[in-house]
């Protein structure tokens, strides 16, 4: 069960990483005007993207400042999820070892 618990944590916050890395290349690509933000398609993805990244990345853009035009952000947000995700599998092989993993 606890094993269980871990596993589905670290695959929301890969799922979070991916969903962080896809908003910033759609972002990209509808400012070079290769991806057309009034195409349904475009929209309907990047309106989700932005309601599933935006509450991690909102904290994060209000303490760092943009560096001129560049939000740096998403890879604050990537490098303290990774951060947590170590942090996580570093404490499930100390319940494991311990032997409360059942």
Request: proline content about 5%; hydrophobic content about 65%; cysteine-free.
């Amino acid at each position: 069960m606890v094993a269980a618990i871990f596993w589905l944590v670290s695959q929301v916050i890969h799922l979070l990483i991916l969903a962080i890395v896809a908003a910033a290349v759609l972002s990209i690509l509808v400012a070079f005007g290769i991806a057309n933000p009034r195409n349904q398609v475009v929209y309907v993805v990047g309106d989700f993207l932005n309601r599933v990244t935006e509450p991690i990345l909102r904290p994060i853009r209000r303490i760092v400042p943009y560096f001129g035009n560049v939000d740096i952000s998403p890879v604050i947000a990537i490098l303290l999820l990774e951060a947590l995700q170590m942090i996580l599998n570093d404490l499930y092989a100390r319940v494991v070892m311990s032997g409360l993993a059942y």
